[in-house]
């Protein structure tokens, strides 16, 4: 994924930039950076890995170096970013989150008209940004080239800008799969992913960016230079699982959200008649848990935490990037509470289940601890594709997918002509899908949210909602 952060103000906001892009530090694992701009000494930027390390262990030695009354910064889950790009449009500033997926075909028509080269990375791929910025050169002005880059692109782009006059613009995707917030204090204003960031630093929620809008924030205000469209489709997975509890998108606050979702879960349990016997309802930390309430609180069944999670040395738990490593790190992370977990019957809720690898883990822990029976409730629906709007999962392909994965194993590539079926638990197919996965990974039973109870949690008009992770269309 990624997320980002850009203020601009009559003092400094070196500190409000440091610290808003460090409350980021959820949506990424690869890289990170922040670019200041000073009316007197120009831009000054900085990249590093994160990988390895936190955000903020690795930009605190340079902060006190860092100075200006403007400035951007993001986290990336894919290139290193910012860049600062020399062009005939001037120079500027450019973080971008999203993904290009005619990047070959664009690349093709660019070196056959006037283009030439780009700097490419080991992978011999093309910066995101370098070439967003590319892209947006070809147009006789920012704006105009901002359109254009929204227009195609097929994926998703979001976009943010720090100019050589330390204005910002925002351009939010075309259909808006990503929020933008913009915030304003008594002497500026700041754009941002998350609106909690900015809370936190004294700004308050003055606007929020429609699909395709492009904004100019300066000190003085905000002004829209470009129009929003009228069709959006927000991410889902933003309020199951990536959104910081006390975030809210399009209205909808994360937590609220989540809760809502729990209780529509087991209200829809009950009158299956489905609902086990259970000593108690429990969350998979850390997302799991509010879900988890919300079925408990609906149920009237216990809820408890069996285990915990260590989080001081390993604090995300996407780190590393090796399978094994993570495997390991996820198995010592997990902390039991034996009197909570020793004969008992628990229900967990999970806020999805993607690939299946670590959940397999934490089952297995749970019985080697003593738990007399296992039932796992997903706070979604299967996933069943790639998203290919947003990097939300590592996943190289549909099949590393538990539940795509499932569907091969018991009918074939022909399974695949069957997927809504499969996705539906009252189906012939979907009640096989949920007992091959419970034989697999060893639950007592299995359940999963359904599209439309989880549209109903998010409470929006499900045609502004982005679903595709789950039923493959657009």
Known sequence: MGGFFGAVSHRDVAMDVFFGVDYHSHLGTRSAGMTMWDRTDGFQRQIHSISNAPFRTKFEKEIADFHGTSGIGCISDSDPQPLLVRSRLGLYAITTVGIINNAESLLEEYFAGKGNQFMAMSSGKVNASEFVAALINEKEDLISGLRHAQDVIDGSMTVLLMTEDGSIIAARDRLGRLPVHIGADEEGYCVSFESFAYQKLGYQNVYELGPREIVRVTPNGYETL?????????????????????????????????????????????????????????????????????????????????????????????MPTNQK???????????????????????????????????????DFLYESGAAEVHMRSACPPIMYGCKYLNFSPSTSDQDLLARRIVRELEGKAGEEHMDEYADASTERGGCLLKAICEKLGFDSLGYQSLDGLLEAIGLDRDKICTYCWTGKE
């Open 226 to 318: 470009s129009p929003a469209g009228e069709d959006m489709r927000i991410c889902a997975f933003l309020w199951t699982y990536y959104g910081y509890p006390n975030s809210n998108y399009e209205g909808v606050n994360v937590e609220v959200m989540r809760y809502r979702n729990g209780e529509i879960m087991a209200r829809d349990e009950t009158a299956r008649g489905t609902m086990p016997e259970v000593d108690y309802v429990a969350g998979v930390p850390d997302t799991g848990l509010p879900h988890a309430i919300g079925y408990a609180n609906k149920s009237g069944k216990t809820f408890a935490r069996p285990f915990v999670k260590y989080t001081p040395t390993w604090p995300r738990s996407f």
């Open 325 to 363: 490593v993570r495997d390991q790190v996820a198995k010592m992370k997990q902390i039991p509470v034996p009197e909570l977990i020793q004969g008992k019957k628990l229900l967990f809720v999970d806020d999805s289940i993607v690939r299946g690898t670590q959940l397999q883990g934490t089952v």
